[in-house]
Nanobody
Framework: QVQLVESGGGLVQAGGSLTLSCAAS????????MGWFRQAPGKQREKVAG???????NYADFVQGRFTISRDNAKNMVYLQMNTLAPEDTAVYYC?????????????????WGKGTLVIVSS
């Protein structure tokens, strides 16, 4: 069982930056694939970025080099550094985890989800 708690959301002006953090419980954090997802008002949840157990990263096309996902296995933390934010980035951002090598029927193949942190980008 993994519990995830996001933090770092808030109100920022367009062009600004935010860093989201996700704290994970459990002693085997390093064995989990981690991801950031978001859900804008009236829209479906979408993937933002993912990071493997080995540290390989992948990003949604809309990120366009503006966001960076990273993890610190010693601290059981995963981060999303977001730069050059735009109003269309306004959403609730969720952290999710999936044990590597284990198939999940959860949304986006991720078994564990945090409750989300709200990011609002003003124009």
């Amino acid at each position: 069982q993994v519990q995830l708690v996001e933090s770092g959301g808030g109100l920022v002006q367009a062009g600004g930056s935010l860093t989201l953090s996700c704290a994970a419980s459990g002693r085997t954090f390093r064995n989990y694939i981690m991801g950031w997802f978001r859900q804008a008002p009236g829209k479906q949840r979408e993937k933002v970025a993912g990071i493997s157990t080995a540290g390989s990263t992948n990003y949604a096309d809309f990120v366009q080099g503006r966001f960076t996902i990273s993890r610190d296995n010693a601290k059981n933390m995963v981060y999303l550094q977001m730069n050059t934010l735009a109003p269309e980035d306004t959403a609730v951002y969720y952290c999710a985890a999936q044990q590597s090598g284990v198939r999940s029927l959860g949304e986006f193949g991720m078994e564990y989800w945090g409750k989300g942190t709200l990011v609002i980008v003003s124009s």
